[in-house]
């Protein structure tokens, strides 16, 4: 695989019966270029599918049809995988221009910096980042019935980092953890998600409050009564930390969170330092391996004993 200027990182990973699929966020520029030109934040990123066998040898890579419109106000990021009714399904980021923006952006030079203050105030509060999702055909790299949803009530600026799930027959994504929010998705083309579930969680004190709490990947199975998913903050020095939790498959809340992180990006040194993104999580028979994307430049994989993990699970009182 060809590593392109600006990285490639933040790898998504699902067993899908036939091996592993992984698709991979990959830059052409640097994020120091990005910041200061519209034209290449908005060029810049593709997603690169690769299959792998199960022990992680390459067997082949194609550029999806993820990102199907090219242009100079939107582009889609940090794909993530999950399965459905038999099929493969991805979620991802939306990023691109209010309407007012869109129309001067159009009228201004191909390439420009954000040097400007007052540019840079209209450009930057411009931007939007939506969550959508859409079946993957993991053969062509193309998607299929690509879904931007409307929810039952208002969708913010900034919509990030939605966790999708298969239950009961349904598309289902956990929305936020403060308060515990779970969406769900029905009809032919699921453009309307209804809150599922609206709760209070009592997560341990020391997690962060709720503006600086997110989800990292989407939940898996871990054994026959659970899903095990990640959350994580980014804490006042910059570094991401992540622990792992359980849900009950039946209800879909958290029943227990690991006592101490499974992973933080203070050892992140190069790039955006602090940042270690957990997008995957691929449950083994003994271990639990971690996909990792890493100072927003490179991809890294680690693995946990599954012995290990049971020993840190702190139970959460029911709600």
């Excluded at 940042?275 to 994307?293: D, F, N, P």
């Amino acid at each position: 695989m060809c590593r392109r200027a600006g990285g490639v990182y933040n790898p998504a990973v699902l067993d899908d019966g036939d091996g592993l699929l992984v698709v991979v966020r990959d830059e052409c520029y640097p994020l120091s270029e990005i910041v200061l030109s519209s034209l290449k934040l908005f060029t810049s990123c593709r997603n690169l599918l690769l299959r792998y066998g199960r022990d992680w040898e390459l067997q082949t890579t194609v550029e999806p049809d993820i990102v199907h419109l090219r242009s100079r106000s939107r582009r889609q990021e940090d794909v993530r995988l999950f399965r459905h009714g038999g099929a493969v399904y991805c979620n991802f980021h939306v990023v691109d221009l209010h309407r007012p923006w869109r129309r001067l952006l159009n009228r201004l030079p191909g390439t420009y910096g954000l040097l400007d203050r007052s540019l840079r105030n209209v450009v930057i509060g411009g931007i939007r980042v939506r969550v959508a999702f859409a079946r993957f055909d993991a053969a062509s790299g193309r998607l299929q019935n690509e879904t931007e949803p409307v929810l039952d009530f208002p969708l913010q600026r900034y919509e990030k980092n939605w966790a999708f799930l298969s239950a009961h027959g349904e598309i289902h994504a956990i929305y936020t953890l403060r308060p515990y929010v779970v969406l769900r998705f029905a009809g032919s083309r699921r453009a309307t998600g209804v809150t599922h579930l609206r709760t209070t969680v009592a997560w341990p004190d020391w997690l962060p409050s709720a503006h600086m709490l997110s989800l990292s990947c989407n939940p898996v199975a871990y054994d026959d009564r659970h899903l095990l998913c990640a959350l994580h903050y980014r804490d006042a020095h910059k570094i991401y930390r992540h622990w792992a939790f359980l849900i009950d498959r039946t209800t879909l809340l958290p029943t227990a969170i690991t006592a101490r992180p499974l992973i933080t990006g203070e050892h992140v040194r190069e790039g955006l330092p602090g940042a270690s993104i957990l997008m995957a999580l691929l449950v083994r028979e003994t271990a639990v391996e971690l996909t990792i994307g890493e100072g927003d430049l490179r991809c890294r994989r680690a693995t946990l004993p599954r012995a290990e993990l049971d020993r840190c699970w702190l139970p959460l009182p029911s709600a």
